[in-house]
């Protein structure tokens, strides 16, 4: 399906007629000065390329999509530009200026191409369609110096001035494309080469087992380590709680214009509970001890959301768009209208942002306070927000400072700023709202043990009392 989309949109960008943009672009770059007496000479130069690539993609389409394979279409896109200066070359009095780059890049593709052809050819079993691929880049090898060789040969005398200048200009225009169509050949023909999936689309890999894992706490979970496309049922493939295999996570998910990325997976506070993207129903899941709770409908990849655990592991949110809550004790929905992205519920109110602020709000959804949202800065952990339960204080971590600063709801003022004082390298993880005594609770990233906070003074202690 992808492989057919992707053929009807190159020939409708083939078929489009030479417009004034393109011509302009041409003018710009190559600093041409177009005349009544040469204007019609460039013109036609643009018309004989588009016909000719059409030509070659309609040739190109039913191998394409007869072995499912994108590098036809890209052979049949760039033969113009590399044949084309075979039929009939472009003599121009010099090489242009940036020529060389240009052949630099190619002789590097050129290699690296040859490198990995040639660790493939050894490396799999010669099969008809490899063998047709190291054909067509044998003789793109072979075309490129060739045109190269051929444009340089001078132009012809006694043409007017102005057509001598727009031969020129387009033979640099040809060689710089016939420079570059030859790269991407020699590239995509490694990239494309059969057996490797362009990766449009997801696809489920085999299942590790039916087997549900289980725990009563989490005590340590890691990321799948190895290639999303191979070894499949290796364990290494899968998410480990606990250093067991946990098969019913998705492992990654795909999204348009970039690699694939490891799917959600997140643990609560308190290390009972883990909220992940389901592997075969790809449902948003909640499990703990108890079992497993589905939260969401069948999901595409492209609208998996990122999950959060919320006011004392109670909540669980599902940000993306449009922010989504979740109690855990009912399984009902809170609403929290006009939250792009919500960071702690209580009883007393809701701490959510919007693209430019953070707000405040009762259970009714009046704004009860307001903070600018800081501008992310990258690699970075985000700055998090917690509301105390009698709604009075709000107490964000700044992700990037480790500094915890105490708000007043009422008012809005900053009432404190401390940076918590650990031992050795030791720094804040994460905050875990107020104990039962009403102390601030925060985790050390490196020891992860959970210690009382004095927003007062930046003060750490571990016992109650």
Known sequence: MAISVIAVAALLAAAVPVTRERLDRFVTLTGLSVTPANARQVIDHFTVLRRWRLI???VAVPPALLTD????????WCAVSVFHGVRSPAPISRAPGDAGVYRRAWLLGSAAAAVAGVHLLTS??????????????????????????????????????????????????????LYLAGTAVMLSSVILAPGRSPLP??????????????????????????????????????????????????PYVIRPGGAPRLAPFVRSPDKKAVVYLGRDDRRMAYQDARGVH?????????????????GQNRYVVLNGDGAQVIDTRTWAPVPVPGARRVHDLNGSG?????????????????????????????????????????????????????R??????????????VVPRFRGDDSIDIGLGWSEQGSFLVRGAVSERVYHLDLSTGKLWRRDG
């Open 124 to 177: 799999r079993d010669v099969t008809p369609v490899l063998l047709a691929h190291a054909v067509i880049v044998v003789i793109v090898m072979a075309a490129v110096p060739l045109v190269a060789w051929r444009t340089s040969a001078g132009p012809a005398s006694g043409e007017p001035d102005d057509a001598v200048w727009a031969g020129q200009a387009v033979g640099h225009w040809s060689t710089r494309g």
């Open 294 to 310: 589905r939260l969401t409908g069948a999901l595409a990849d492209t609208a998996v959301p990122t999950p959060a655990f919320l």
């Open 201 to 250: 689309e997801y696809s489920s890999a085999k299942p590790l087992s039916k087997w549900t894992a289980t725990f009563t706490t989490v005590r340590g979970y890691k990321e799948p380590t190895c290639s999303w496309s191979g070894h499949l049922d290796a364990p290494c493939r899968s998410w480990r709680v606990n250093g067991t295999p946990f098969p019913q996570a998705a």
């Open 350 to 402: 809701t701490v959510f942002t919007t693209a430019s602020q953070v707000l405040v709000a009762d259970l009714r959804g009046r704004t009860r306070m307001s903070l600018p949202l800081r501008k992310e800065i990258k690699d970075s952990p985000e700055d998090a927000y917690h509301l105390r339960p009698d709604g009075r204080r709000l107490v964000v971590i700044r992700g990037h400072e480790g």
């Open 56 to 58: 070659t993609l309609v």
């Open 69 to 76: 394979d994108p590098f036809y279409l890209v052979v049949g």
């Open 404 to 417: 915890v600063e105490t708000f007043d709801v009422t008012t809005g003022r900053l009432l404190r700023g």
